[in-house]
T-cell receptor, first 111, second 114 residues
């Protein structure tokens, strides 16, 4: 079965500290993985996707097929990074609503 | 409008009543999605509209749930005989490409069934 697991409901770090938001997935084929972010009182928006291999707002995520993980990392957290982060999986290129979301991790960056 | 608009933003209803949630997508977006997130849970897919094609209703949890969309305009999600487990944030998103990863999400409607 397709599944996305984000083991941490809440992650609290100090400003300037490294942060890693964990995401593990279960999928039999070749999935596409995404990270979404929702800042306080704002809309859910796409942060990055693994196929782009991009860095957005200092965040990166590498797909590790051996460990079936797609952890989100940032070397130096900023207070404005505080938000809800959702990992998502798609086996169909992200179309037709076939994105499966994890339960989300709330990141709190303290000054 | 500038983005996807959902109304109401908050709705409290009594168990057993019917509710209608509205989504105004971005003009010209052919794809529209409804998701919900119950407390402590991940986002659950409900239904997907793409242009004039038959909607993908595979995520609707029961026959109490239905959704309509006329053309590429407003969509309404209707929940009949609401139950407490229907309490959730209902999110709508629209996309010009049909890819959810290129969609814009609304702010959501927080539904509380008491």
């Amino acid at each position: 079965a397709q599944r996305v697991t984000q083991p941490e409901k809440l992650l609290s770090v100090f400003k300037g500290a490294p942060v890693e938001l964990k995401c593990n997935y279960s999928y039999s084929g070749s999935p596409e993985l995404f990270w979404y972010v929702q800042y306080s009182r704002q809309r859910l928006q796409l942060l990055l996707r693994h196929i782009s291999r991009e860095s957005i707002k200092g965040f990166t995520a590498d797909l590790n097929k051996g460990e079936t993980s797609f952890h989100l990392k940032k070397p130096f957290a900023q207070e404005e990074d505080s938000a809800m982060y959702y990992c998502a999986l798609s086996g169909y290129g992200g179309s037709q609503g076939n994105l499966i979301f994890g339960k989300g991790t709330k990141l709190s960056v303290k000054p | 409008g500038a983005g996807v608009s959902q109304s109401p933003s908050n709705k409290v209803t009594e168990k057993g009543k019917d509710v209608e949630l509205r989504c105004d997508p971005i003009s010209g977006h052919t794809a529209l999605y409804w998701y919900r997130q119950r407390l402590g849970q991940g986002l659950e897919f409900l239904i997907y509209f793409q242009g004039n094609s038959a909607p993908d209703k595979s995520g609707l949890p029961s026959d109490r749930f239905s959704a309509e969309r006329t053309g590429e305009s407003v969509s309404t999600l209707t929940i009949q005989r609401t139950q407490q487990e229907d309490s959730a944030v209902y999110l709508c998103a629209s996309s010009s490409t049909g890819f959810l990863t290129e969609a814009f999400f609304g702010q959501g409607t927080r539904l509380t069934v008491v």
